[in-house]
């Protein structure tokens, strides 16, 4: 669970990355310093999240990271989709990790018995 939950929380620094690139257009709006300040934030909180997520308060940075991702929708418009998108690869990522550590534990119970 904590690989594939790592795997998102990096992907998702990559794609903050290349927004940063969009919203430097953001000069007519006068939002520009404000989107790079956002920006860096959620990079760090991921990069924390992805680095700590053995810990409890790890995977609570990983939904932080989930929730201003979709807000930085209000900046680069397009990262409400891809904020969307990296939410529901997140909780995929809880859900199957879940399940393969369930068949992983059932597995070596069962090699044990054996």
């Known amino acids: 669970m904590k690989m594939l ?3 998102v929380l990096i992907m998702e ?3 903050i990355g290349f927004a940063v690139l969009v919203a430097k257009d ?3 709006t006068n939002l520009e310093s404000e989107a790079y ?3 860096g934030f959620i ?3 991921a990069f924390l ?3 700590s997520l053995k810990y409890k308060w790890g995977w609570i940075l990983g939904w932080l990271t989930q929730v201003t991702l979709i807000g930085y929708g209000f900046f ?3 990262m409400f989709f891809l904020g969307a998108l990296f939410m529901g690869l997140w909780v995929a990522a ?3 990790g879940r399940k393969g550590e369930a068949a992983r534990a059932a597995f070596s119970e069962e090699k044990k018995t054996q």
């Open 13 to 15: 620094i990559f794609v």
């Open 37 to 39: 300040w956002l920006a």
């Open 43 to 45: 990079a760090l909180v």
């Open 76 to 78: 680069v418009f397009t």
């Open 49 to 51: 999240a992805a680095g």
């Open 5 to 7: 939950a790592r795997s």
């Open 26 to 28: 953001l000069t007519a």
């Open 94 to 96: 809880i859900v199957v």
